[in-house]
């Protein structure tokens, strides 16, 4: 009885702030609009083989006879120079983009967040190495390091993920570290230390989760960012192969034919820049919300 | 920091899957051929001695030699880089001319339709990918309505009949302090599309910037008593407030004039401008590592200049002043 008692007076303010939360993330209609959005695309990533009308045009069937036909009600946005229906494609390429965005945001964040935190909380030597060796990282323009490590291993999708990784995880790593530094000082860390926690608990159970906010926005903001990275880099031909059905790559190749048939380049670009705009939206909305200076009710 | 830029180029160069003295002994060389191309190139010392060699070459200037055309990396960057900087120095002006006036308004009448605009157009330029813009501009002012040359800096006919000024390389500069007119409107002409391309997202990152480092300020106590004093709102923002308010801006430039850089790499290529990101692009086709190296470090170390000049400006800042 006691037990649920307690339970129930820690979690309820927490669920009335996440209330309030919602409430204003639902306040401002575009941050709605663009969530709303998210999660459409990603019901889209998870059924699109099954929604899209030509499944296997997704991959190798290619019908030369209808090459480059414009949109139509067999083919909405028209197809490709292989016949290949762009509809099915751009809808496959929703999965390809958002696979790969949010596991190289989520592997970026997992090594930046413990370099930081590790950097961040214990101070000395070990703070110096690995903060030095972030700023190295940031001394390039990201999507450049991305571009230049992406061509020396090679084009392939996993390829410009891991380049994408290496330019980003420093980002995540001086965010943590400056969150951490200012939470090591905190009455209820020193507490901690004082009763003899371990530093590795200390690390994992007080630091990160107190810096969860500022890491969430910065995902969300990268999200939009990691997207059009792959884009380019798919562009550049340094990203995913055909036949992958990638956005960035599907641009390219339409770059020989948008002339005559501008349907070819005009979808898979509007599809970056829509899945890229929603992002960014809430991440910004994130921002104004959490951020207790412009948060208001 | 220059020399972390130098290692990290370094051992990414050593790591590479491909051998590099094939690449430069040519596609039919024999073995022997190879192994000397090895010993000429400095590969057979060990990686320490190599190093060192890399970094005394670097500090004098010398990026290496073209696996491609065998030819010095940092005289073909001096061709092609004053095309890119023309570039990102118009795009980055413009950011300035159109995100601050906009940033301005958008914090002046918070939360009206003009700030709902702004914000919208600014959060949208940001997530526009510059490749597919670039395409879309080609198609509707090249393709349909015929304003503007789909690429080249200057026409064909133009650079056969006069000799282009050659000062500093950046063309439409060039013609206009020579005070050729002709040229000056023939390379304008061509560099309007790229520069609006490329102009996109520092639009929206200083429009984005100005309006919360002024809404910040705007609820500064020094803001109220300004106010009181009965100062008209025109001197309020567009002086007092607004000055504050660079510091934040200029950070925010020379982030996105890093991002305007490398952005180059993906719209030169569509508008044929021949810069470094065309070089770029032809050198990973080829995978000729130094001059994709070359082009890594010229801009790497130019955005590390970048930050400097943004930080000794911030600087002046007395607030700032230690």
Do not use: C, Q
């Given at each position: 009885?006691?037990?649920?008692?307690?339970?129930?007076?820690?979690?309820?303010?927490?669920?009335?702030?996440?209330?309030?939360?919602?409430?204003?993330?639902?306040?401002?209609?575009?941050?709605?609009?663009?969530?709303?959005?998210?999660?459409?695309?990603?019901?889209?990533?998870?059924?699109?083989?099954?929604?899209?009308?030509?499944?296997?045009?997704?991959?190798?069937?290619?019908?030369?006879?209808?090459?480059?036909l414009s949109p139509s009600v067999e083919h909405f946005f028209g197809t490709d120079e292989l016949g290949r229906d762009i509809f099915s494609r751009v809808l496959y390429g929703t999965r390809i983009s958002l696979i790969a965005s949010l596991s190289t945001v989520?592997?970026?964040?997992?090594?930046?967040?413990?370099?930081?935190?590790?950097?961040?909380?214990?101070?000395?030597?070990?703070?110096?190495?690995?903060?030095?060796?972030?700023?190295?990282?940031?001394?390039?323009?990201?999507?450049?390091?991305?571009?230049?490590?992406?061509?020396?291993?090679?084009?392939?999708?996993?390829?410009?993920?891991?380049?994408?990784?290496?330019?980003?995880?420093?980002?995540?790593?001086?965010?943590?570290?400056?969150q951490a530094i200012s939470i090591k000082e905190r009455q209820f860390v020193k507490a901690a230390e004082a009763i003899g926690t371990s530093q590795l608990k200390i690390i994992s159970r007080h630091i990160i989760p107190n810096c969860i906010s500022p890491i969430i926005i910065q995902a969300s903001m990268d999200m939009g960012a990691v997207i059009i990275s792959l884009a380019g880099l798919g562009f550049l031909g340094l990203g995913a192969q055909p036949p992958i059905a990638e956005w960035g790559l599907m641009v390219a190749t339409s770059r020989n034919y948008f002339m005559n048939a501008p349907w070819y380049s005009l979808f898979p670009g509007f599809a970056i820049f829509l899945t890229v705009l929603s992002f960014n939206l809430v991440g910004d909305g994130l921002r104004e919300i959490l951020d207790p200076k412009t948060r208001k009710i | 920091?220059?020399?972390?830029?130098?290692?990290?180029?370094?051992?990414?160069?050593?790591?590479?899957?491909?051998?590099?003295?094939?690449?430069?002994?040519g596609p039919r060389a024999t073995p022997e051929q190879i192994e000397l191309a090895r010993s000429e190139l400095g590969f057979d010392d060990p990686y320490p001695v190599q190093f060192v060699n890399y970094v005394v070459r670097i500090v004098h200037g010398d990026l290496g030699k073209s696996l491609r055309t065998h030819s010095s990396v940092a005289d073909e960057l001096k061709i092609f880089v004053p095309a890119t900087v023309e570039l990102v120095l118009l795009a980055t002006v413009i950011a300035f001319i159109i995100g601050i006036p906009l940033g301005l308004y958008s914090a002046r009448y918070k939360n009206s339709l003009i700030d709902h605009f702004s914000r919208f157009f600014a959060i949208g330029a940001v997530s526009l990918p510059g490749f597919w813009v670039a395409l879309g501009l080609q198609l509707i002012f090249y393709c349909h309505l015929g304003w503007f040359p789909v690429g080249g800096r200057v026409s064909v006919i133009t650079s056969l009949m006069y000799e282009l000024p050659n000062i500093t390389g950046m063309l439409v500069f060039d013609s206009f302090i020579t005070g050729n007119w002709y040229i000056f409107k023939d390379a304008a002409w061509h560099i309007v599309l790229p520069v609006v391309v490329l102009s996109l997202y520092p639009i929206g990152l200083v429009t984005?910037?100005?309006?919360?480092?002024?809404?910040?300020?705007?609820?500064?106590?020094?803001?109220?008593?300004?106010?009181?004093?009965?100062?008209?709102?025109?001197?309020?923002?567009?002086?007092?407030?607004?000055?504050?308010?660079?510091?934040?801006?200029?950070?925010?430039?020379?982030?996105?004039?890093?991002?305007?850089l490398v952005s180059t790499f993906l719209v030169e290529s569509i508008f044929g401008w021949p810069g470094m990101g065309n070089y770029l692009a032809t050198a990973i086709i080829a995978l000729d590592y130094p001059a994709i190296m070359g082009v890594t470090i010229f801009s790497a170390v130019s955005y590390l200049f970048l930050n400097l000049i943004a930080d000794i400006i911030v600087s002046l800042d007395p607030r700032v002043r230690l």
């Open positions: 009885m006691i037990n649920s008692l307690m339970l129930k007076k820690v979690i309820e303010p927490k669920i009335r702030e996440l209330r309030v939360s919602m409430f204003l993330l639902n306040k401002n209609m575009l941050t709605k609009a663009a969530y709303i959005a998210i999660i459409i695309l990603i019901v889209i990533a998870i059924f699109s083989p099954l929604i899209a009308p030509y499944p296997g045009d997704i991959y190798i069937d290619n019908h030369p006879k209808n090459s480059l989520l592997i970026a964040l997992l090594i930046g967040v413990t370099l930081g935190a590790i950097a961040g909380s214990m101070g000395g030597w070990i703070d110096e190495v690995i903060m030095r060796i972030t700023d190295i990282f940031l001394s390039f323009p990201p999507l450049l390091l991305a571009i230049t490590i992406a061509s020396l291993l090679g084009p392939s999708l996993n390829n410009a993920k891991a380049a994408l990784i290496i330019a980003w995880w420093p980002w995540y790593a001086r965010l943590l570290r400056s | 920091m220059l020399f972390g830029i130098i290692l990290i180029t370094f051992i990414t160069s050593r790591v590479i899957p491909s051998d590099p003295a094939a690449k430069w002994a984005r910037m100005t309006r919360s480092a002024l809404l910040e300020i705007l609820n500064e106590d020094y803001i109220t008593a300004a106010r009181s004093y009965g100062l008209s709102e025109r001197l309020i923002l567009g002086v007092y407030a607004l000055r504050n308010s660079l510091g934040p801006t200029i950070t925010a430039i020379t982030l996105s004039t890093g991002y305007t």
